[in-house]
Structures are given as structure tokens and as C-alpha cells.
């Protein structure tokens, strides 16, 4: 592995698997104590299953189902272990009075909910993205407490990142979005723990960048801080031949162009979002695929030009794709019914 000269951003990304429990946390805070570089960017996603979990919140709310008060009551409890087992008893009381504030909001945001029967996608976007908030603000925390790093700084990507959902996905409005991040930056080295998945439209609106979204922080990130490389850290050793949920044997790729990648992910394989690679294409910013379970493992590079000689690299698969085969003789010469079916579809 490459050793990026140390004044350069590196951006590191742990998954809701690696950030699952307070083992975990303290796995995630060793890595980040062991990198070299003096300006870390430490992208989380939220605990694993927490954005599921509010996600379900909101569905219950919309169903007039009152198990959604202690649903919440449960990940209030989950993030309390956490830090309970992280913090002394001064932080953890500060981290849960302001787990407290955002419970209050998520109540009167379910509560509303409840009595119109319908969350729509602003309310998705607001509450499903409290769960990044919470493993980050309880990580700074962890982080400061164990004292190896200086200068760490806690970022609202809400405040930074500027996306608008368009046809083809979140469309990031870069200049607004790095002239926010610039002046937030601390003048020196220093460590920034930021928030994933999370973002605001152009009208200040919350959104997200949509499920395993993270990912994408982490380039968006890497290509507003001119980061000299990316490591996104997971539960398995790297990019791999096929899903292992299905091929227990898949072999680990150890590199892949970034068009591979992007091939990759686009046609099923899970462990990277599709739209990661392109921020890191136009700048060439190297991305590292791996295991926060076995960091000693050289995980997978994808970049520009790898140094491979496997003409087939990998097999993926989606589910739940129907082929539909529309055929008559309304098709022929009808002007308009190609439009009228896609539109329909
Ligand atoms: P994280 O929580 O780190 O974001 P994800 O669950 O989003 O992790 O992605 C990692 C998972 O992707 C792996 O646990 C694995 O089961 C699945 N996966 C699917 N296809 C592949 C593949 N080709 N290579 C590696 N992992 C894959
Ligand atoms: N927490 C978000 C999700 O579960 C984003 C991410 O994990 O990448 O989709
Ligand atoms: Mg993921």
C-alpha cells in the first residue's frame, strides 16, 4: 500500500457493520489511531440496522401502529449501551441529552405522521438520517476521550453537502458544497468525524444520498478535501468475485479499473455504492475496498490503471427483476406507444 504524502487528506469510511457495537467502535478508533496521515477524514454510517430501524419507525407511524414509541425507546437504549460502555459518566449524560433533543424532534416528526397517515419523502429523508448523527457524535466523543489524536472535529455533512435528486440519482452541486466544507476546516492537521449518508438540497432541505449512501460521502469528501486516497472498510476482505452470500468461495479481486468497479456495484455487487467511484475518477483518487475485521489484509484497489491480468474479475446478480416481453400489432408504425409504455412501466 501507498503512503500518501502525510500533509495530504486521507478519507477513511467504516460500513454499520464495523461501527456495530461499543467492540467495534473501539476496533474502528485503533485502525484511525494507526494511520500515519495527519489529516484524517473519518466517514461513518450509522450502528448496523439503525437506519433500517427508523426507516420502520416511520412505517409504523404511518400504519397507526404504536410500537414505533418503543421502537424508538430501543435504539435509544442501543446507543445507550454504546456509549455507556465507551464514555464516563459526564459524556455519556451529555451524548444522551442530546440523543434526547433529536428524539423529541422524531417525536412530534411521528407523532405528525401518525395523524396524517402519510411520512413522504422529506419525512424518510429527516429521520432516517439520524442514525449517522448518533454513531458519530458518540465516536468524536470516544475519540477525544481516548486521547491519541489531536484536533478532533465533529462535521454535519447537512451543513457541507449540497444535493439535488435528479433522474439519475444525487446530483452534488460542487462549488457550493466545497466553499461550505472549506470554511469549516480547522487551518492544520487534524482529525474530522463525518457524519454519512446525509446531505441537504439546494433549498436546505435534509436528504440523503440514498441506501449505502456513505460510500459516496466518502468520495464526495475525498474529492472536496483533494484526498490522495480513499479506504472504505467493511466486513469482508475486499471487492470479491461474487457474492459470498451466495458463492461462499468467492476469491478476493485484489484490483479493478475504476469503470470495472463502477460495473461491478451498478449490476448488484453490494459492498460499494455505484456512485462512489465517479468523484475519485476525474481526480484519480486511489479507493481501497477493506476488512476493519482483518485490516492487516491489503483488501482490494480500484484505480485507474491496476496492475491486472484477470480479463474476468467478477460475477454479480440482482433480484427481483421481471422481464416483461410486450409484443401486437399496436406496436407497428404507432406513433407514441413506445413513450406510453415506458412511461406506464
Ligand atoms: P457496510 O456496512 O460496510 O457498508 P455492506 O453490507 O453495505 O457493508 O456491504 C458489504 C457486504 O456486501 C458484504 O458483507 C457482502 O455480503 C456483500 N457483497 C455483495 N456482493 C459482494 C462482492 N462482490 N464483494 C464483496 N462483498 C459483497
Ligand atoms: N446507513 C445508510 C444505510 O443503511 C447508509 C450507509 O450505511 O451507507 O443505507
Ligand atoms: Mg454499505
Redesign the pocket.
Known sequence: MSSPDPDSWVVHKF????VADAACFARVAAIVESQPGRRLAVVL?ACKGVTDALLQLVNSAERQDESWRAALQALRERHATIAAALLPAALVQEYLAEFDRDAADLDSVLRTTQVMRTGGLHVRDRVSGYGEIWSTRLFWRYLQQRGQRRDIHWIDARTCVIAEWGPLGPGIQWPVSSERLHKLLPPAAATLIVTGYIASDPAGIQTTLGR?G??FSASIFAALLSAAEIHIW???DG??S????RVPDARVISALSYNEAME?AYFG???IHPQTMAPAVGRDIPIWIRNTFAPEKPGTLICAHPNSDQPVK?I?SIDEVALVNIEGAGMIGVPGTAHRLFGAL
Open positions: 460500513g454499520g457493520s464495523s454510517s449505502n456513505s460510500d467493511t466486513d469482508v471487492v470479491l461474487a457474492d459470498p452470500r461491478l455487487a453490494k459492498v467478477g454479480t
